[in-house]
């Protein structure tokens, strides 16, 4: 049986289109990494000004500190949806399971479009090893990640006109 969720009263318009134009801006013109584009167009759609934002979200580039896990993408959109049920529901037990589903629904999402969540997998690339950052900057960032940092943003709206209602 699922707990009832307290929430306060949000007036969130979401605009998937913005949003999606937002985060790609970020990423390829201000050339923010992925999971800092994702927090960073998230926070602003739902009306969030932090100082942090979106720097606290570079760690998550390159699947974590350019290890090649989950694509910064995923995790960055992860971190907008925490920070919309925050804000939506002041209560920690009740919006942690909340936060759980919206995240996992991004994740599997864009795991079924993509057939994996993994950085290395996806763009096809070691970031770690020498000469592996500059072949993304080279062309595989504007080749495959900015289609996925695309794809993420499009899910991060789909969840956050679901948090808002």
């Given at each position: 049986?699922?707990?009832?969720?307290?929430?306060?009263?949000?007036?969130?318009?979401?605009?998937?289109?913005?949003?999606?134009?937002?985060?790609?801006?970020?990423?390829?013109?201000?050339?923010?990494?992925?999971?800092?584009?994702?927090?960073?167009?998230?926070?602003?759609?739902?009306?969030?000004?932090?100082?942090?934002?979106?720097?606290?979200?570079?760690?998550?580039?390159?699947?974590?500190?350019?290890?090649?896990?989950?694509?910064?993408?995923?995790?960055?959109?992860?971190?907008?949806?925490?920070v919309a049920w925050a804000k939506k529901t002041p209560l920690y037990d009740d919006r942690k399971m909340a936060t759980f589903e919206s995240a996992?629904?991004?994740?599997?999402?864009?795991?079924?479009?993509?057939?994996?969540?993994?950085?290395?997998?996806?763009?096809?690339?070691?970031?770690?090893?020498?000469?592996?950052?500059?072949?993304?900057?080279?062309?595989?960032?504007?080749?495959?990640?900015?289609?996925?940092?695309?794809?993420?943003?499009?899910?991060?709206?789909?969840?956050?006109?679901?948090?808002?209602?």
């Amino acid at each position: 049986m699922k707990k009832e969720v307290k929430t306060k009263k949000v007036a969130w318009t979401i605009d998937a289109r913005k949003l999606i134009q937002r985060a790609d801006a970020l990423f390829m013109k201000e050339c923010r990494c992925c999971g800092e584009s994702l927090l960073c167009a998230g926070c602003e759609a739902i009306g969030v000004r932090c100082d942090l934002v979106p720097d606290i979200a570079l760690g998550l580039g390159g699947g974590v500190g350019l290890q090649g896990e989950t694509c910064g993408a995923v995790t960055g959109a992860a971190l907008a949806v925490s920070v919309a049920w925050a804000k939506k529901t002041p209560l920690y037990d009740d919006r942690k399971m909340a936060t759980f589903e919206s995240a996992g629904r991004i994740c599997d999402a864009l795991k079924a479009k993509w057939g994996s969540v993994t950085c290395r997998k996806l763009c096809g690339l070691n970031l770690a090893r020498p000469g592996g950052l500059e072949k993304l900057m080279a062309g595989v960032k504007a080749e495959k990640c900015t289609g996925f940092v695309k794809d993420a943003a499009r899910e991060l709206a789909k969840e956050l006109k679901k948090i808002m209602n």
